[in-house]
């Protein structure tokens, strides 16, 4: 960033700078305003909002301190910054919304019990994760197993083996697959009553992509029950269990924001 | 459920009564602790909406919108962090996604017949006239109104913001610099 010197006053609208007093006043009335320099512009906004590395923030000040126009430039977006601090933090609507909003909760509740004869459980999105998590841990300690060769081809991989160990650790796998099948049914089943509040591109999206993965689970299913001892389909089976899970849990509600929407500091306490 | 008319009562929300308690409550289904959360930040939520939309109607369904989601979900919100930030989370959620409901809307009809109207919104300001800042916000462009509002107004981060919209971050700070830009015209008009 560099200074220009003055010029005289018919070019002086188009140069930037030229230096003179803080507030850019000594253009008389017959003068145009001094301009900011135009490769410092993006840098003031940048000084005004923190942004600017401590060299180059030094580096802007001290051109401010002999740039008119640029100085101009950082007391409007100084200025502007102001207004938006001052900014009330709420704006109360002009007539009370609850009436309506009770309604509509009414309304909702009245509708999901009629719906599915009994209202849906508070918390299904974290009771569905605890049954997936539950389901994962057990398929992977079978997918790992070493005792592959206990299974022998024609036996189920679901079947109780003659190992004891083995047959209890398949017992909880199977018991484990069979609540995260029933808890994914009740999660489509709470998701397909909530359809209208549900943005419909997510849905189609997930409902699409849920298709794929329950095709690809099923043929991997197929394929272990042909060759309970392969440890690859194993691996697989449980990823793309996982890979639903996962699919299903996008309906919850976005982190967005959450750690760092505070409002500008400087605007004081909620009213 | 019945409604507590006109003044709160002081079951509803007194002023003794902790944020964290109201919350509990609501998400054990209690309506009325629900009602106190609504009495102490639908002025936030609302200001928001209206700040966004740019009009009144559609800032009131979209507040009532978000209370009825946030009542739905509040089984899913973290009690360990603040309430007001997921809040305004699902508002700015609620208002974008009706956006683009309204704009798929506006695509499937004919654009020279059918268009609804355009929103009521001041398309000039009287020269030399105080403008104020809420009115200069309410004649941006949407996208660079939705980027104002959430940066500079709400404080959220421009990957955030991004994130939501669809967009780059590129995209996001080059439309705040344009807001800017556009205001000060205003105000400086």
């Known amino acids: ?271 | 459920m019945t409604a507590a008319t006109g003044t709160v009562s002081q079951l509803v929300d007194p002023p003794a009564v902790d944020e964290s308690l109201l919350i509990r409550r609501a998400r054990e289904g209690d309506a009325r602790a629900f009602e106190g959360l609504y009495r102490r930040l639908v002025s936030r939520v609302y200001g928001l909406c209206l700040r966004l939309t740019a009009d009144p109607s559609v800032a009131e369904e979209m507040t009532q919108e978000t209370f009825v989601r946030v009542w739905q979900k509040l089984h899913l919100f973290r009690g360990d962090r603040p309430f007001a930030p997921w809040l305004l989370t699902v508002a700015t959620n609620v208002v974008l996604s009706d956006r683009r409901k309204r704009r798929r809307t506006v695509d499937r009809e004919d654009p020279i017949e059918d268009a609804p109207p355009p929103a009521v919104r001041p398309t000039s300001v009287a020269a030399g006239a105080g403008v104020d800042l809420e009115r200069a916000i309410r004649t941006l462009p949407d996208g660079a109104r939705t980027v104002f509002v959430l940066h500079d107004v709400e404080g959220f981060r421009h990957e955030d913001i991004a994130g939501a919209l669809g967009v780059s971050v590129g995209t996001t700070k080059s439309q705040l610099h344009r807001a800017r830009r556009m205001l000060r015209e205003v105000l400086d008009a």
Request: charged fraction near 30%.
């Open chain 1, 1 to 271: 960033m560099t200074e220009r010197g003055g010029n005289d006053g018919r070019d002086r609208a188009d140069v930037p700078g030229s230096g003179g007093s803080l507030d850019g006043t000594e253009a008389t009335g017959a003068e145009p305003p001094v301009r900011p320099c135009a490769d410092a512009v993006d840098r003031l906004e940048a000084l005004v909002d923190g942004t600017l590395e401590e060299r180059e923030a030094t580096a802007v000040r001290r051109h401010l301190a002999s740039c008119a126009g640029c100085r101009r430039e950082e007391a409007r977006h100084v200025d502007l910054s102001a207004r938006v601090a001052a900014l009330p933090r709420g704006i109360e609507p002009a007539r009370d919304l609850w009436p309506a909003i009770e309604a509509r909760l009414d309304a909702g509740a009245t509708a999901t019990h009629e719906a599915r004869g009994a209202r849906a459980p508070r918390g299904t999105f974290a009771w569905f994760a605890a049954a997936a998590a539950v389901m994962l841990t057990a398929a992977i300690v079978w997918s790992i197993s070493d005792r592959d060769t206990r299974f022998g081809a024609p036996t189920s991989p679901l079947a109780v083996s003659e190992d004891p160990a083995a047959g209890a650790m398949l017992a909880t796998y199977r018991e484990a697959e069979d609540a995260f099948l029933a808890t994914k049914r009740a999660v489509l089943a709470e998701i397909e009553a909530r359809r209208a509040d549900l943005d419909p591109e997510t849905l189609r999206i997930v409902l699409d992509n849920l298709e794929v993965m329950e095709r690809a689970s099923l043929e991997i299913r197929e394929a272990l029950e042909r060759d309970p001892s392969n440890p690859s389909l194993r691996r697989m089976l449980v990823a793309s269990y996982r890979r639903q899970s996962d699919l299903l849990r996008s309906f919850e509600p976005p982190t967005f924001g959450e750690s760092t929407a505070t409002g500008a500091s400087s605007r004081g306490t909620t009213p």
